[in-house]
């Protein structure tokens, strides 16, 4: 639930704040939209839900490319790079994520991507969003 509740909230300025208009109302509908789903989802289907979890996770991390155009206009570089960084690192930790029962430790692996990805998101608030 959490994993949902944070790729949203990162959204959110993101799409209020940057994007604005149309493009950032529609992603920020949409994107909260698949978190209100997950969590749903994850909800109902305690077993055997993780396929399910895994693609709304890659769904809504990789939503933003559909308002790449507008994006570039708004963020300087240093922003997209830090946003597509976190995106990476988030979509590499889903590897170890998905493999969590087979490989030793890869669920602390997982953890630091994940972090590795939200210090990537926070400078983008910090530096380039607020």
């Known amino acids: 639930v959490a994993i949902y509740l944070l790729i949203a909230g990162t959204y959110t300025p993101l799409t209020l704040v940057t994007l604005r208009g149309a493009w950032g109302w529609s992603l920020f509908g949409i994107v909260w939209g698949l978190a209100v789903s997950g969590i749903v989802v994850d909800s109902l289907h305690k077993q055997g839900s993780r396929r399910i979890q895994m693609a709304i996770y ?3 991390g990789w939503l933003i490319v559909v308002a790449l155009y ?4 708004i963020m300087p570089t240093g922003g997209l790079v830090l946003l597509v960084l976190g ?5 590499g ?3 170890f994520y998905a493999l969590d029962d ?3 430790h890869a669920h602390g692996i997982w953890h630091l991507f994940v972090l590795a990805g939200s210090i990537s998101h926070y400078l983008i608030m910090l530096l380039y969003v607020l």
């Open 70 to 73: 507008p994006l570039i206009q």
């Open 87 to 91: 995106g990476l690192f988030y979509t």
């Open 102 to 104: 087979r490989i030793t």
């Open 58 to 60: 890659l769904l809504m």
């Open 93 to 95: 930790g889903i590897v």
